[in-house]
């Protein structure tokens, strides 16, 4: 079925695919993944079988050094790219599997890594290829998420913290505001970590490039960010995504 709805001239990319994900699935490798030594032995079975290199003494299963390390079980991964070649949601797939969408989401991500480093036509395929896309509960969340900090940036009279008035004023042009009533100042975002981020006008571009996919390295290079702001602009936007009940988006835009 799946050859059926992949072009031919990707048949050999998505053979080689399968079968790299067949050796995973099985736990077996033939060379040692640091040293490319192929004398080791097992030392442990279960729950991942797990072995030691004699050459340069170090352990490995046959995920190590793959984007699918610990991601168990193993036969999961071939359902999940199948399921998503035939156009089925993260929440379909979940239920296939019994499992959380979190769960889902983290393997997709994986998938499309390892699809990156190892067969690239096969990626392009895979990421322009609808299948690859964000499905609506992300694309609503997506939504919902701009929705909030629009308002939340063109709110003019929040409530006060300090004695529950609405005769509050903007001061300065961020989420600052003083209360007409008992003339304590306040900021709207002071017990979120969103209070800590500069350059709010810049807020929407970076969560669309957190959604489109963009990793950490791309968004710096279009930004012009560093990668420590990236870092923690990332970690500052996944926990709001959590605050707000958007979990899913959270969990699709925590992949660096």
């Avoid at 352990?59 to 999940?80: D, H, K, Q, S, V």
Wanted: some cysteine; proline content about 3%; overall charge positive.
């Amino acid at each position: 079925m799946i050859y059926e709805l992949v072009p031919n001239e990707l048949h050999n990319e998505l053979d080689n695919f399968l079968k790299s994900l067949e050796k995973i699935t099985q736990q077996n490798i033939e060379i040692c993944p640091f040293c490319e030594n192929n004398d080791f032995y097992t030392i442990r079975s279960t729950p991942t079988v797990t072995y030691r290199c004699k050459t340069c003494n170090k352990y490995c299963t046959a995920a190590t050094n793959t984007p699918f390390n610990r991601l168990t079980p193993f036969n999961w991964l071939e359902m999940i790219f199948a399921y998503r070649i035939e156009n089925k949601s993260y929440q379909y797939i979940a239920n296939k599997l019994n499992c959380s969408l979190e769960k889902v989401i983290r393997r997709d991500h994986a998938i499309v890594s390892y699809l990156e480093t190892n067969y690239n036509s096969l990626y392009q395929w895979y990421t322009d290829n609808k299948q690859a896309k964000i499905p609506t509960t992300l694309a609503e969340q997506h939504k919902m998420m701009n929705t909030k900090i629009i308002e939340l940036l063109n709110e003019q009279k929040p409530i006060c913290i300090h004695c529950g008035s609405t005769d509050t004023t903007k001061i300065g042009t961020r989420t600052c505001y003083r209360c007409k009533r008992c003339r304590h100042s306040f900021n709207i975002l002071s017990d979120t970590q969103l209070n800590k981020l500069p350059r709010s006008d810049l807020w929407l571009e970076f969560i669309d490039l957190l959604v489109s996919g963009e990793n950490n390295l791309q968004i710096e290079k279009k930004m012009n960010f560093s990668s420590n702001t990236v870092r923690r602009w990332r970690s500052a936007w996944c926990d709001m995504m959590k605050n707000w009940d958007c979990n899913a988006l959270a969990i699709w835009c925590s992949r660096h």
